[in-house]
C-alpha cells in the first residue's frame, strides 16, 4: 500500500535546496523487486518518469486549454498512477484531483490546478534528476 502525505510545500525546500517533491522511502521499498546483476530499478524508473511524463503533463495543459475533460482526465490518471508508486505524493494527488474533474466534467477550477501540478512537477523532475546526477 501506498502511502498518501500532503506534507509538501513548496516554498519550503529541502535540505539539497529542492522542494522536498518525492517520499524516497517509495522508491526504497521497490528494492525487493530488483534482480540480482540487473540495472538499478529506482534509476531506471525515474529516468522513465523524466523521458516520458513531459508528454502527459503536456497532454494535461491542452486539454484544460481545450476544456477537454475526458483527454484530461485520462493523462491525469495515467500521471497520478505513476507518481504515486514513485512516491511523488503531493504530485499524485494533485493529479487526482485533476481527474476528478475531468470526469465530472467540470473544468472551471482546472486552470488554477494545472498551475499547482505544473509547479509540483517541475519539483518531482528536479529532485529526480538531482538523485540521478548525484548516483551516476
Known sequence: MIKQTDDFKVD???????????????????KVL???GKPDLRIKLMTVFLTSMP??????KS???????????????AMK???LSLGAMVFGNTCAELEKLGS???LDDA???LSRAENE????????????????
Open 121 to 136: 512537477f517541475t519539483a518531482v523532475c528536479s529532485a529526480f534528476s538531482d538523485d540521478l546526477e548525484q548516483n551516476r
Open 12 to 30: 519550503n525546500p529541502g535540505p539539497d535546496g529542492h522542494p522536498d517533491a518525492v517520499d524516497w522511502s517509495v522508491l526504497d521499498d521497490l
Open 104 to 106: 465530472a466534467k467540470t
Open 55 to 60: 508528454a502527459l503533463m503536456d497532454t494535461i
Open 81 to 83: 498512477s505513476s507518481s
Open 34 to 36: 530488483q534482480k540480482p
Open 111 to 113: 486552470p488554477a490546478l
Open 63 to 77: 486539454s484544460v486549454t481545450a476544456r477537454d475533460a475526458p483527454a484530461l482526465m485520462d493523462a491525469a490518471h
